[in-house]
């Protein structure tokens, strides 16, 4: 189950996003819905193969420079047999330009005033 995050700053921004996994998580055929078939291509391939050995697609909070805004972004994860990972991470869904992955959530830089803001957790998401 993921989490419902808010972040509210002082200068007027607010953002909300839903991260981590929900039921759906291990589920590969949601993925032509996160990710581009180019962008499968590799895992598809492994799949089809018999090679994937483990898999799993959650949202990240990422930042993308080009829209100076934070977003819930898919990734997805997958070991193969030969102990190679890959990793799948979505794009801005505002202009399709990559993001950078915030790994730590419960503090943000306001995109506006850079000053921190702190995260409050206010519910769960499936």
């Known amino acids: 189950m993921g989490v419902v995050l808010n972040y509210q700053c002082g200068c007027g ?3 909300e996003v839903c991260i981590g996994a929900g039921l759906r998580a291990s589920r590969t055929d949601i993925l032509s819905a996160l990710f581009s078939d180019d962008e499968l291509a590799d895992f598809r391939k492994a799949e089809a193969a018999g090679d994937v050995t483990s898999h799993l697609c959650e ?3 990422g930042f993308c420079p080009a829209c100076n805004e934070y977003h819930t972004v898919s ?3 997958y ?3 030969d102990g190679a990972s890959r990793l799948l991470t979505g794009t801005c869904p505002i202009c399709g330009h990559a993001v950078t992955q915030i790994k730590e959530t419960t503090a943000i ?3 506006n005033c850079r000053k921190f803001i702190e995260a409050k957790q206010t519910g769960y998401w499936d």
Do not use: D, G
């Open 13 to 15: 921004y607010k953002r």
């Open 59 to 61: 949202n990240i909070l």
């Open 75 to 77: 990734f997805f994860h």
């Open 79 to 81: 070991t193969c047999r």
């Open 109 to 111: 830089a306001c995109p």
